[in-house]
Structures are given as structure tokens and as C-alpha cells.
């Protein structure tokens, strides 16, 4: 809709819409990670930012958006002289997560370089977003060549290009803000620790907080322009709170108490390096800015922890970002509060109260809106004090964004009755300590999603060649351009120093780069794993296999079988976390169903197969071999399993089989299954990266069947 929702508007949501106005406050901070289910508003939130913001004062015609009182020396479009300036709105530029490294940072205006034979440079997302926001929703599905370039930008402030001959170099300060459903992926630690403040949402679960956010709703979508002009007072003021706050942002102090406490905190939840300590100042600077005070307290420092720390404190695998909030306390208790100094100039809004800029005294709970609708504060900038019940809205501009499915809270697969001979189901096993794995890899040359896995055919990546292109052009391959054309010159009666080139000569850029795979775990949960007490070490092992798989931004899935046949665990998502929550749950026992767990996993394959054609499976069974089922025998089951295994290699899947038997007998069933599948089999031992090199780098190729081969061929 043309007319923004209002921030104010925004039912509860204290501590995102508190992250939000502190980056306004200063920009320095370093942006906002909104990490929530989703339908929580954080998409609206974000872009109703933009309303509050000052106007920006620029060079008039420069499309980097110069400063006119100081300009960039460098700029493309410069040197720009002393002279006229002028006025427009606060800038959000929206990157998609489809986005081309060309279209982020821009590049060689093609049409004009072979029309004209000038290099134009045509400026990109970057330069669009100086000196103002830049939102990436869905910031955890962006593709790590992006990803890697926003690093570079947001540490040095500027763009540099470099491409098909053109050398650029631009200012890029921009606030960066993200949003992110934590059930479809983590992000990278690196851009993890780019943003200044991060922020967790949920759904509000109080009835009257659920009814005013469908009422307001409602109501926008009926006349936003009416429901706007209703909180145009409430934007008003909030509005002219940042502006004062900047203002006092540079006679702000930050004592040596303040700094110490800081430091302390830093230190006593281990975070990495130094950008904690510098965002947790600047961040309490900003909230003593908003309060209008001119002195740091304790209460700031305290808030900018719980904003600042929590996506930067050392954490294992799989743990969810937090803060121990009694063990921030117990940190600050051995320090006392600065004296604040005296304010240069009385505060013109008696409003404030103690417990921060938002204005009235008194806890803000969950008993649902003031009659302004924004809650007791108002809309205007939350309460500085301890957390308070999560109120959430649904996203009043946009459809919920697809997640994973959500199996957190599903029951665990029990035992079916009256299994009689079963073994008695046994208690759920902790996993074991994780470790670095060997690269498990898919043969054969992929198209699918970008990620570390295996081979594939991208985007983005190293050049390996040119060819005509499939539809709209992407990316030109300008060597291989002027070399098709070249020969037709005399034909075409060139003259002058220009070269005639016509749209059959254009060529595209062939690259080779890595995808993400879907990894299916099979795993055997029966009696024949548990009654070695081996399951703790086949968790570990599948533990160590989920962090492999995030680092390599596959999508996972959980296949377990025992009793009388398999189950689902986890349908196929991209949040290993859930799929490591259920791991630590699995209870085992009982019969050993191999040829069910087989069949399930063919199942499941054959219906992601016709969701995502493109994204290739790796399935990776977790079984000693054994195989046993109610009322057959054990070479019966056995024959059932291989039958299963070898379906399996018909549809070219790609298996690894680990092989978790132990002991100074062993039957080498494992690896017989692994025949069968046309994949290799690794013991638990050797699937470690520091063991035997090279063991299970690439599944072998030679031993897949015809429509495996075909549809390597097809892929590639």
C-alpha cells in the first residue's frame, strides 16, 4: 500500500521498536538483527522506521548522495563544488535475497559501453543506500557472495568495483537492518557480528493484545490514509524525541565507571573481540541520549547488554542466543552509579520519567493498549527497564513469509504394541561431544540453491567458459562477446574506431560455484544400536554431521526407524536446530525395520524432488546393518533391505552409509547395504577430518546405475 503503517500504530514490541529508535538516535550503533517467527510485524516495523527519520541534506544531481558540507573527495559523480543543497526524505533500499552481485554493487553500463565506447558505471543498491537504511529480509537466506560483500562494505564504509574494466569507488554508510525466521537457517557468524543490536519476537499469546492487532489491522486496510492521520500526532512526537536526542547525543559522557562496567560485562560472557564493547558505548550513549541525560548509568548500560550480547556471546552448536540475566546483574551489583552531571539546558519535555524516554511512570504490562492504541508508552520509545512479556503483531504489509515446518513440539515416535521378542524401549541417550567431519559431497555437476557442498552450476563463482544465453541475458562474458564478433566486421561495414556487435554475438558467462544439498538422515534407533550403549556416539556423530550440514547451508531432514517401522522426525527444512532437538529426544529400542526406514526415505525424496527439482539429495544412513522385522526372518528383513537399497540407486540417489558396528566380531553388513545403495560406507571412526584422507570425499560415481548417470548428465 502507498501509505506506511504507522510506527506507533505497532502493538507491544517494546524492545524492537526501542533497537530501532536507538539506530536512529545514532547510526553509529551499527543496525538492528530481527530474529522471530513469522507474521511478528518485524517487516513493519522496519519500514515505518524510515517516517521518523530526519530529512538528509545532499548535493543536488549526485546519485551517491553527497553531503554538501562535506562531499566525498572520491566520488563518481564529483568533485562536486561548495554551492546548493537539497532536502529529501531518509532513504530505505529493500535487497532482495535473489538479488546479483551486479545489481548490490553495480557495474559497467553495457549498452552505452558497446554503443557509444564509454565506460559508464551504473551505481547500484549500495550507493542507493548511503547515509540511509538498508533492509534485507530474509537476511539468513542471502547468498554468501552477497553476504561476503556487505561484509566489505559495512567495515570500510565504502564500495570499491572492480569489473570489466571499470574502477570505482563510492561512500556506503549505510544502517544495515535484518529480518530473519531462525527455523530456516543461522547466520554466519561474520555478518552475525555486523549488526549492532538484535532482538527476538514472538507472537503475543494474551487474547487482548491478539484482538487489538486484528482490530488495527482491519482498520488500515480499510483507509490507510484515514488510519495514518489518526497517528499522525503519536509520529509527530516521536519524531521530535530523535531529534532532540541527536542533538544530545555529543554532550552525552561516558565515564570511566560506565566504561569499566561495560568492559566487565564484555569479559564476563566471553564475547570476541572488541566490536561488543564499542556497540554496548555507543548503545548506551544513545539510550542516556533518549532519556535526556548527559550521563551513562548503570540502567544503560544494563539494556545495552541485553540488545548487544546475546548473537555475540560464545555459544556450542545448536544452542539458542540468549542472555543470563542474573548473571548481568550479578556482574553490574559490583558497581556503583555515576552521579549524572547536571543538564546544560533544562529539558524542554517534562515527559520523561525514570524509567526512560517513553513518558509515564509506571511497569508497562500486558493488559493491551492506552486509548492511543500504542500501549502505555504511547508508541514512543519503550521503557529502558527489564524485559517484559513479548507483544507482538502480526505484519500488516505483507504475507507470512514460508517457514519450516514447525515439529519442535510434535511427540516423539513411540513403539507400536504388541511388538512381542522387542527389546523394552530404553531412555533417550545425550549425544556425544560433536566433531569436524569429512566433506561428504553429491558426484556430478548441480544447479540447485547456492551453498558449500557440492559442484554446481551458478551465478556466481569462477569463470569456466561462455555460451549463448538461455533467455535473458545475466551475465556478459565480454571476451568471449568481442571475440564472436570479430569476424564479421568487414560484413557488417564497420567504420571508425567502434565495434559493430548485434545480439546474436552476445555471449554469457559459464560459472562454477557450490550448492546446498537436501541431507536425509536415515538413522536406527532399535534395540540392535542401544543395547551396545552406542547410541550417545551415534548421536555425536549425527550431531557433528547436522553442523556440517549448516555450515554447508543444506536443507535437513530426520528419518528414524525401530519398532514396527519408520518415522518423520523432521520433514526437510533449512533450522538444524530442530532437527538437533529431536536427535537429543530419540528414544530407542526395539525392532530393527531397515527396509521400512529405506522406503520412507524414498518417499520423502520423491515428494522434495517435485517441490524443488533442482536441490540434490545426499542420503546418509546411520545403521550397523542389521536388519530384523515382526514376523519374518532375519535373511527375509536382510533381502527386503537390499531390494529397498537398490530402488534407491535406481533413482540416482547419491548414499553414504556410516557404519556404527563395534567390537572385535563385526558382519560387514553396513557395508554390504552400502553396495547395494552404490555408495561408499564410513565407520564411525573414519568419518572424523583428521582420519584417513580422502575416504569419503566423493561418492563413487562408477557404481550408479544408468538413470543415475542420466541424471547426473541432466544436472550438469
Known sequence: MSTPYPFTAVVGQSDLRLALLLNAVSPAVGGVLVRGEKGTAKSTAVRALTALLPQVDVVPGCRFSCEPAKPDPGCPDGPHEPGTSAERPARMVELPVGASE??????????????DGVKAFEPGLLADAHRGILYVDEVNLLHDHLVDVLLDAAAMGASYVEREGVSVRHAARFLLVGTMNPEEGELRPQLLDRFGLTVEVAASREPEQRVEVVRRRLAYEDDPAAFAARWAGDEAEVRSRVVAARALLPKVRLGDNALLMIAAVCAGFEVDGMRADIVMARTAAALAASAGRTAVLR?????????????????????????????????????????????????PDPDPGPEGPEGPEGPEGPEGPDDNGGGPDGGGIP???????PEVQESPDAPDAPGAPDVADAPAPQPAAGQGGDAPEQAAVRAGEPFRTKMLSVPGLGEGASGRRSRARTAHGRTTGAQRP???????????????AAPHQKARGRSGRGLVVRKDDLRQATREGREGNLVLFVVDASGSMAARQRMGAVKGAVLSLLLDAYQRRDKVGLITFRGAGADLALPPTSSVDAAAARLERLPTGGRTPLAAGLLKAREVLRIERLRDPSRRPLLVVVTDGRATSAGALAGDARALAARSARLLAADGVASVVVDCETGPVRLGLAGALAADLGGPAVTLEGLRADALAGLVKNVRTSAMSPSSSHTNRRAA
Request: net charge negative; aromatic share 2%.
Open 383 to 389: 521503557p529502558q527497564g527489564g524485559p517484559e512479556a
Open 299 to 347: 540502567e544503560d548500560v544494563r539494556q545495552a547488554a541485553l540488545l548487544a550480547l546475546p548473537h555475540r556471546r560464545r555459544r556450542a552448536p545448536f544452542d539458542a542466543p540468549g542472555l543470563d540475566e542474573a548473571k548481568l546483574d550479578e556482574i553490574l551489583d559490583g558497581f556503583a552509579d555515576d552521579e549524572p552531571e547536571p543538564d546544560p539546558e533544562p529539558d
Open 102 to 115: 551486479d545489481r548490490l554493487v553495480g557495474a559497467l553500463d553495457i549498452e552505452r559501453a558497446l554503443a
Open 470 to 484: 538461455r533467455g535473458q541475458l545475466t551475465k556478459l562474458h565480454l571476451a568471449a562477446t568481442l571475440h564472436a
